[in-house]
C-alpha cells in the first residue's frame, strides 16, 4: 500500500499562518484521493476537520481550509491561537485500495 | 447530535478473538461508509477497514487481511469488527468512524493482545 507524507512537526506564532501538508508515494494528490484531515489533541480522539479536499464540518473552525497545493493535499491555519496545538493527521482514499493516513504533523503554537 | 458507541474491548491472549461492535445514532446510518481505525500506544493513526454503505464491498489493510472481517446491520446501525488470531501488534485504541459530510468518530475501545 502506498505511503502517505506529513512534515512531522511545525511552528506557527499566534496569529500566524501556517500550512501543512500531504503527499502520496504514488504521485500527485487528487480530489479523487478524497483528502481529509484530523485534530487530535493528547488524551482525546480525533475529530474530523476537513472532508473530500475542502469541505468543512460544523465543528471547524472558520479558520482551518483544505486544498490541492503543488501535487499535495494541504491544511491552512490562519490565524492560530493557542487551542490550536494537536497533532493533524491526513487520510487519502486509494481506490479500490484502501485508505492510508500520514504519520501525522505535530503542531506547537508559540 | 451524531453518537458513535464502541464495545467488545479488553485483553486477550495472542491467538484468541475479539468481536467489537459499533452502534451509531444521529445521522441515516445505512447512507454512509463505515470504518474501523486503530491507534497503538503512543503511535498514530492507522486505518484498519472499510465497508460500504450496504455491505457489498469491503477494503482491509494489508495487516490484518485474513484475520479480520469487517461488517455491518443497517436494520441495528451497528458496525463490526471480528477479530481472529489476534498478535501482540494488534494491541490498540479501536475507533469506528463515519465518513462523508458526517465526519464523527467514537471515543475508542481499547484493545490489548498480551500473555
Known amino acids: 500500500q502506498a505511503v502517505v507524507t506529513q512534515e512531522p512537526s511545525l511552528t506557527v506564532s499566534p496569529g500566524g499562518t501556517v500550512t501543512l501538508t500531504c503527499g502520496s508515494s504514488?504521485?500527485?494528490?487528487?480530489?479523487?484521493?478524497?483528502p481529509s484531515w484530523f485534530q487530535q489533541k493528547p488524551g482525546q480522539a480525533p475529530r474530523t476537520l476537513i472532508s473530500?479536499?475542502?469541505n468543512k464540518h460544523s465543528w471547524t473552525p472558520a479558520r482551518f481550509s483544505g486544498s490541492l497545493l503543488g501535487g499535495k493535499a494541504a491544511l491552512t491555519l490562519s490565524g492560530a491561537r493557542p487551542e490550536d496545538e494537536a497533532q493533524y493527521y491526513c487520510?487519502?482514499?486509494?481506490?479500490?485500495?484502501?485508505?492510508?493516513f500520514g504519520g501525522g504533523t505535530k503542531l506547537t503554537v508559540l | 447530535e451524531v453518537h458513535l458507541v464502541e464495545s467488545g474491548g479488553g485483553l486477550v491472549q495472542p491467538g484468541e478473538s475479539l468481536r467489537l461492535s459499533c452502534t451509531g445514532s444521529?445521522?441515516?446510518?445505512?447512507?454512509?461508509?463505515m470504518k474501523w481505525v486503530r491507534q497503538a500506544p503512543g503511535k498514530g493513526l492507522e486505518w484498519v477497514a472499510t465497508?460500504?454503505?450496504?455491505?457489498?464491498?469491503?477494503y482491509y489493510v494489508d495487516s490484518v487481511k485474513g484475520r479480520f472481517t469487517i461488517s455491518r446491520d443497517n436494520a441495528k446501525s451497528s458496525l463490526y469488527l471480528q477479530m481472529n488470531s489476534l498478535r501482540a501488534e494488534d494491541t490498540a485504541v479501536f475507533y469506528c468512524?463515519?465518513?462523508?459530510?458526517?465526519?464523527?468518530w467514537g471515543q475508542g475501545i481499547l484493545v490489548t493482545v498480551s500473555s
Open positions: 468512524v463515519v465518513g462523508g459530510n458526517v465526519g464523527g
Open positions: 444521529g445521522f441515516t446510518f445505512s447512507n454512509y461508509w
Open positions: 465497508i460500504y454503505k450496504d455491505g457489498s464491498a469491503e
Open positions: 504514488t504521485g500527485a494528490v487528487t480530489s479523487g484521493h478524497y
Open positions: 473530500d479536499t475542502s
Open positions: 487520510l487519502l482514499v486509494y481506490s479500490g485500495d484502501g485508505e492510508v
